[in-house]
């Protein structure tokens, strides 16, 4: 060994996804500028943002289990949402308590960064 000491690796940013539903939105447009606002929120907190699974569904089923499975999958720490709203109850349980429960991810409103 020569006494160099190796430089710090940069700490990795943390991988979150991105969950809105669409029922609650104005159409295809406000979609694409949720989606957008997902994304510049990740980008100004420093995360990695994966996927934005977007509930179509209307009894909110099937985006929410994509969306459980890439938690459980990768190491996710949050679920971006545009609001609370978009993680209310599912049955007697809302959606972010269901989140929060059964993963380490936490559910974080994308507000302003």
């Known amino acids: ?6 430089p710090a690796q940069p700490a990795a940013r943390p991988f979150v996804v991105g969950y809105v539903c669409e029922q609650l939105l104005l159409g ?3 979609l694409e500028r949720t989606k957008d606002r997902l994304h510049e ?18 009894d909110g089923r099937v985006g929410f289990q994509a969306l ?11 679920v971006l949402v545009p609001g ?3 993680v209310q109850p599912i049955g007697r349980e809302s959606k972010k308590a269901h ?3 059964f993963t380490q991810a936490t559910v974080q409103v994308a507000g302003s960064p």
């Open 1 to 6: 060994m020569d006494g160099r000491v190796a």
């Open 28 to 30: 295809p447009a406000d």
């Open 41 to 58: 929120y990740a980008a100004a907190a420093d995360f990695h943002l994966g996927s934005i699974y977007v509930e179509h569904d209307v």
């Open 68 to 78: 459980m499975a890439a938690v459980e999958r990768y190491d996710v720490r949050h």
């Open 84 to 86: 609370l709203a978009h």
């Open 99 to 101: 989140i929060e429960h």
